[in-house]
């Protein structure tokens, strides 16, 4: 596990703490001051998100396979444990709309007792207000999914590219080697060829030179071979 990793687990732990501390202080909250907490787990929960995203690229740039296989086991409890606190946060949410809706149908102001509905189509819009509210809140999940899914995707594509790149350079470098190999070869080529031609002329120079011999002795035998005429 490599150091960076460690730091954004770290600073996850402290963001996935303070998110649920803020979401058990929530439901004793009203008004401005719960709206401002329920913003304020919504921005730590995109921090939280990204913070899983870095440890995402750091756990696939991993060689080790082993090392590999717990992060990834780590990542996956960390992304169920921010799909939980989403949820818990749409809950909240809904809750403070609903209470927010029925003060408004009840006709309840400030700290004013509530007084009950005495209309059954008041009853009745509260309901269809909370499941307009809940299939609102499916459509962001499902949408909150597909851009998951889409950035994981653009992460595990660029993490391919890099592959690639890597290949290639390692490939360019290989072709490099080979085409040095080669001149180096052709240049001892070269120095073998000259030196055999050089030896090929050494060895006619040392036959002719041998023939001459030859030849002079075989001059002088016949010479003295020959009858001699007296004066």
Known sequence: M???????????????????????????????????????????????????????????????IKGKEQ????????KQDVSNLQKQLEMARIQSKGSAARDQLLGT????????????????????STKVLERSNDTLNRASQILDETEQIGIDSAIKLREQGDQIRGT??????????????????GRMSRREILNKIIIVGVILFLLVIIGVILFFII???LPKSSN
Do not use: C, P
């Open 71 to 78: 992060l990834k086991n780590k990542l996956k409890t960390y």
């Open 172 to 189: 360019r470098d290989k072709l490099y080697d080979v085409d040095t190999e080669i001149k180096q070869g052709g240049r001892i080529l």
């Open 2 to 64: 490599s150091e960076l990793f460690r730091n954004y687990e770290e600073e996850y732990f402290e963001l996935s703490n303070g998110i649920k501390r803020q979401l058990a202080d929530v439901k004793n909250q009203t008004g401005d001051s719960k709206q401002k907490t329920l913003r304020k787990i919504e921005r730590d929960l995109e921090s939280a998100n990204k913070n899983i995203k870095q440890m995402n690229l750091e756990m696939q740039s991993t060689v080790d």
């Open 223 to 225: 010479y003295n071979a």
């Open 109 to 128: 102001e400030g700290d004013e007792e509530l007084q009950f509905a005495s209309s059954e189509d008041h009853r009745n819009r509260l309901i269809q």
